[in-house]
């Protein structure tokens, strides 16, 4: 098991968590390193809100199984919506995700700040999709809004846990979403399965 340990030395983390695939093997590296993490749902993006449901409860299903804390935070996707206004046509790891980002880490934060949190750090950082600079500068500025709260950068790609991620997905038999969560990432997903069926 990959070795961590917070930036300071803090055995209590809040985690961001994007979806049950991507966090059951960073929230089991984080209790094999003696780290307690409660679990921050915070994915006002996810489109429709059926989809968010689905992956909402397959996170509680694991976080259960590991009896620690879950906190669903509000489903905004009316805010969400309005605040990317104009980067509808933005590509994928383009200007609207640093802002998708930023918007949900700095929630996570807020929240950290308030409950006795001083780390936080997220699941986003497990996919190889996403782009890792734009994630730990969404991080940064999120924790500068909120004095006391620290990100914590850990790139949780490596030491196994995607291997591990992928050994947990069939135990568990999770739900494995197939866009990122947005309705521009699903309209780009529709529009390239309508193309290879045209073929």
């Given at each position: 098991?990959?070795?961590?340990?917070?930036?300071?030395?803090?055995?209590?983390?809040?985690?961001?968590?994007?979806?049950?695939?991507?966090?059951?093997?960073?929230i089991?590296?984080?209790?094999?390193?003696?780290?307690?993490?409660?679990?921050?749902?915070?994915?006002?993006?996810?489109?429709?809100?059926?989809?968010?449901?689905?992956?909402?409860?397959?996170?509680?299903?694991?976080?259960?199984?590991?009896?620690?804390?879950?906190?669903?935070?509000?489903?905004?996707?009316?805010?969400?919506?309005?605040?990317m206004q104009?980067?509808?046509?933005?590509?994928?790891?383009?200007?609207?995700?640093?802002?998708?980002?930023?918007?949900?880490?700095?929630?996570?934060?807020?929240?950290?700040?308030?409950?006795?949190?001083?780390?936080?750090?997220?699941?986003?950082?497990?996919?190889?999709?996403?782009s890792?600079?734009?994630?730990?500068?969404?991080?940064?500025?999120?924790?500068?809004?909120?004095?006391?709260?620290?990100?914590?950068?850990?790139?949780w790609?490596?030491?196994?846990?995607?291997?591990?991620?992928?050994?947990?997905?069939?135990?568990?038999?999770?739900?494995?979403?197939?866009?990122?969560?947005?309705?521009?990432?699903?309209?780009?997903?529709?529009?390239?399965?309508?193309?290879?069926?045209?073929?």
């Amino acid at each position: 098991m990959l070795k961590v340990q917070t930036p300071n030395g803090d055995r209590k983390v809040l985690l961001h968590s994007c979806c049950a695939p991507c966090s059951s093997a960073i929230i089991e590296c984080m209790l094999e390193n003696g780290i307690r993490p409660t679990v921050f749902y915070c994915n006002p993006n996810i489109y429709p809100q059926a989809e968010y449901e689905i992956r909402k409860n397959e996170a509680i299903r694991f976080v259960t199984s590991k009896n620690i804390d879950f906190i669903d935070a509000d489903y905004d996707y009316a805010h969400w919506l309005h605040t990317m206004q104009g980067l509808e046509h933005e590509p994928e790891r383009g200007s609207r995700c640093l802002k998708c980002f930023t918007l949900r880490l700095t929630e996570t934060a807020r929240y950290a700040s308030e409950h006795g949190f001083s780390v936080f750090t997220t699941t986003l950082a497990s996919s190889r999709w996403k782009s890792l600079e734009q994630i730990n500068e969404a991080g940064r500025r999120a924790a500068a809004l909120y004095p006391g709260t620290l990100f914590w950068e850990q790139n949780w790609r490596k030491g196994g846990l995607q291997d591990r991620r992928n050994q947990l997905l069939k135990e568990y038999d999770f739900y494995n979403q197939q866009y990122c969560g947005c309705q521009f990432s699903m309209q780009r997903l529709d529009a390239k399965q309508e193309s290879i069926t045209d073929k």
